[in-house]
């Protein structure tokens, strides 16, 4: 058990372009949470799926952002068309109610800067 | 819907006094309550967490809190702190798969 990673840790891109993240949980871990946070604040809950359903998204959550679960394990995250407003840190967690109590593991974040 | 909040943006402490951070939340139901800690360029780590039972839950490096459900509280306590222990603290509350965090608090520990 390795812990929850991210990649890329870091992303630079310039404004409109698309950039997608993605999330490797640990492995026993059914339940999987997209969190954005910026300087200053905590994390703000984006999405979360239980296996490969997305059960909840948040309002932060424009029609720009889509994320995905397609088998139940690794998640991406991908934003379309960034504005300067989506450079933040975006961190994935993971948790099982059986293994965890749904204590979420966070990864190390990728920290996205747009241009 | 569901609200943490950390009343100090700062906690200054001198190294090997009793250190508390704040937090209090709003939440229908019962929640689970958790403290996370978070270093410079990293993510958030586990702290301790209430789901049920004893008002008073211990956690990693000694750390401990205690959950006051008449005043919606769920402070972070450490009866000695280290300098080690300088960094940002969340409080966070979780109840129906979403999860909903406060501001921080960054503690400071001086020697």
């Known amino acids: 058990d390795t812990g929850v990673s991210q990649d890329p840790r870091h992303k630079i891109t310039k404004r409109g372009q698309n950039v997608t993240f993605r999330c490797d949980p640990i492995s026993e871990h059914n339940r999987l949470y997209w969190y954005r946070q910026t300087l200053g604040q905590g994390p703000e809950f984006l999405t979360y799926f239980q296996n490969e359903a997305q059960l909840e998204k948040s309002r932060l959550l424009s029609d720009r952002f889509s994320a995905e679960r397609p088998k139940g394990s690794f998640s991406t995250l991908e934003i379309q068309r960034t504005e300067q407003g989506d450079s933040a840190m975006y961190l994935c967690?993971?948790?099982?109610?059986?293994?965890?109590?749904?204590?979420?593991?966070f990864g190390p974040g990728t920290r996205l800067t747009v241009l | 819907a569901q609200s943490v909040a950390q009343p100090e943006d700062q906690v200054n402490v001198a190294e090997g006094n009793p250190l508390t951070v704040k937090c209090t939340y709003s939440?229908?139901?019962?929640?689970?309550l958790f403290w996370y800690v978070q270093y410079p360029n990293r993510g958030l780590q586990f702290l301790l967490k209430?789901?049920?039972?004893?008002?008073l839950v211990k956690g990693s490096y000694g750390f401990e809190a205690e959950f006051n459900k008449s005043q919606t509280s769920f402070h972070l306590k450490k009866p000695s702190a280290l300098v080690s222990d300088s960094a940002l603290y969340f409080c966070a509350v979780l109840r129906a798969g979403k999860s909903t965090f406060g501001d921080g608090t960054t503690l400071t520990v001086k020697p």
């Open positions: 939440v229908s139901g019962n929640p689970y």
């Open positions: 209430y789901i049920t039972g004893d008002n």
């Open positions: 967690a993971s948790s099982s109610p059986r293994i965890t109590t749904d204590t979420q593991y």
